[in-house]
């Protein structure tokens, strides 16, 4: 039994010298690497604007996990765009946020990954700051590292009881960090269960244990770092194996 996790890509325009333009939707390998490596089967989950298609796909999985990416549109939480916002595609945080809604629905094992955390907080009605630095009240950590991402640039500091913990087998790990966005309030259902010593958050999860959202990318960790593979071995090996075991056994 190979847990199947479905997988959400990222959304590229460019221009191009053979066609006006090429819209490309795109899976960095090292989250696909990161799910074979753990036992699971990667499923590429393409731009689907049909809930029905949706449910098609979210049928054969055991498990989500949504990647880094551009920045949330805060229109989807209620703000208008601050002068520090990224690039934002609208039309496919909503294709996200919808999908999430049937995973929720199904009450499916969740991982989301860098801007991956932030769209599962939004998506459950939380906040996020559009750019830390400008807008934490705290003076801001060096959160976009400029060195290669198979190296920790900072540290966090993990919630005591937290099912993060209880993976990682400590209250304290070293992280990478490529990002300017992170969570604010947290959305119905989740709580906060990593900080940086700035404050900013770092990672969350569901009090109900089927959704894990972190700010950092363990996928170029598995290699450096034993623990940040045990999460991609839990997610798969536990949350996804006891969620497909749920689904043969109905
Ligand atoms: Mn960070």
Redesign the pocket.
């Known amino acids: 039994m190979t847990p199947i996790i479905g997988v959400t890509g990222c959304y590229q325009v460019f221009p191009s010298p053979l066609f006006h333009t090429v819209e490309r939707y795109y899976i960095n390998r090292s989250y696909l690497d990161a799910v074979k490596l753990n036992g699971g089967l990667p499923l590429p989950i393409p731009i689907l604007d049909d809930p029905e298609h949706m449910e098609t796909y979210l049928d054969m999985c055991d498990g989500l996990l949504l990647p880094g990416g551009w920045d949330v549109d805060p229109a989807l939480f209620g703000e208008d765009p601050h002068r520090k916002l990224g690039v934002v595609q609208p039309d496919i945080d909503r294709y996200e946020i919808e999908l999430l809604q049937l995973a929720f629905k199904k009450k499916m094992p969740i991982l989301g990954i860098c801007r991956g955390e932030q769209v599962i907080n939004v998506a459950k009605g939380g906040t996020l700051f559009q750019d830390i630095h400008e807008q934490s009240e705290s003076e801001t950590?060096l959160?976009q590292q400029t060195y290669r991402g198979s190296i920790g640039i900072?540290r966090i500091t993990v919630e005591e009881g937290s099912l993060l913990s209880e993976i990682l087998g400590s209250t304290e790990a070293r992280?990478n960090?490529m990002?300017h966005q992170?969570v604010k309030d947290c959305g119905e259902g989740l709580v906060v269960t990593a900080r940086?010593s700035d404050g900013?958050v770092?990672a969350i999860e569901s009090t109900d244990r089927t959704i894990i959202g972190v700010?950092?990318h363990p996928e170029l960790l598995i290699h450096t770092q034993e623990e940040m593979n045990g999460l991609f071995n839990y997610f798969i090996h536990e949350m996804a194996m006891e969620y497909r075991r749920g689904k043969c056994s109905t």
Do not use: N, V
């Open positions: 950590l959160h900072h992280t960090s990002h992170a940086t900013i770092e700010q950092w």
